[in-house]
T-cell receptor, first 110, second 116 residues
Framework: EDQVTQSPEALRLQEGESSSLNCSYT??????LFWYRQDPGKGPEFLFT???AGEEKEKERLKATLTKKESFLHITAPKPEDSATYLC???????????FGSGTQLTVLP | DSGVTQTPKHLITATGQRVTLRCSPR?????VYWYQQSLDQGLQFLIQ???????AKGNILERFSAQQFPDLHSELNLSSLELGDSALYFC???????????????FGSGTQLSVL
């Protein structure tokens, strides 16, 4: 059974204070690792897909990286509008659906 | 706006009742996925339909059922409701059957179900 574990559960940063969120996974044949952002009362919004170890993707202040066992979401000089819950998900083997972690709730203080 | 529409946004009902949640996928998407999100369990996959046919099943209770209609909208039926069924129910859609590695899911805003 696929398992996705995210840490920390919650993270509070000052505006401009860079940090990283972790997503570790145990799957049978990773076919894709996905990062989503979820704002309160809304559905998850797609950020990135990573497919193979060593791959990196960037979008504004966010950079996602992937190794064989985990993924990191690096946030550089965050702003208050980056506050949200960040979800990691995997698609493995022959699975059609995504399996999600419990998320990291990020709060960026002005 | 993801293009996925879910109704209603909020639903309050009593234990033992039955409710129907509705989802319209993005234009052109053939797959619909249902997920349940609760505070203690995160996003849990329930079921997937592709072009009217059931394609994958997750941790969906026997009291729950779903279908996808010819116009591709989907309904999730929850019956004999219990307090523990209170959660956010999300619908997501994708263009294909979910077999493609890079296939992204687009989520609606969810239906908040409260069972009292």
């Amino acid at each position: 059974e696929d398992q996705v574990t995210q840490s920390p559960e919650a993270l509070r940063l000052q505006e401009g204070e860079s940090s990283s969120l972790n997503c570790s996974y145990t799957v049978s044949g990773l076919r894709g690792l996905f990062w989503y952002r979820q704002d309160p009362g809304k559905g998850p919004e797609f950020l990135f897909t990573l497919y193979s170890a060593g791959e990196e993707k960037e979008k504004e202040r966010l950079k996602a990286t992937l190794t064989k066992k985990e993924s990191f979401l690096h946030i550089t000089a965050p702003k208050p509008e980056d506050s949200a819950t960040y979800l990691c998900a995997v698609r493995s083997g022959s699975a059609r659906q995504l399996t999600f972690g419990s998320g990291t709730q990020l709060t960026v203080l002005p | 706006d993801s293009g996925v529409t879910q109704t209603p946004k909020h639903l309050i009902t009593a234990t033992g009742q039955r409710v129907t949640l509705r989802c319209s996928p993005r234009s052109g998407d053939l797959s619909v996925y249902w997920y349940q999100q609760s505070l203690d369990q995160g996003l849990q996959f329930l079921i997937q339909y592709y072009n009217g046919e059931e394609r994958a099943k997750g941790n969906i209770l026997e009291r729950f059922s779903a279908q996808q209609f010819p116009d591709l909208h989907s309904e999730l039926n929850l019956s004999s409701l219990e307090l523990g069924d209170s959660a956010l129910y999300f619908c997501a859609s994708s263009v294909g059957a979910g077999g493609a590695t890079n296939e992204k899911l687009f989520f609606g805003s969810g239906t908040q179900l409260s069972v009292l």
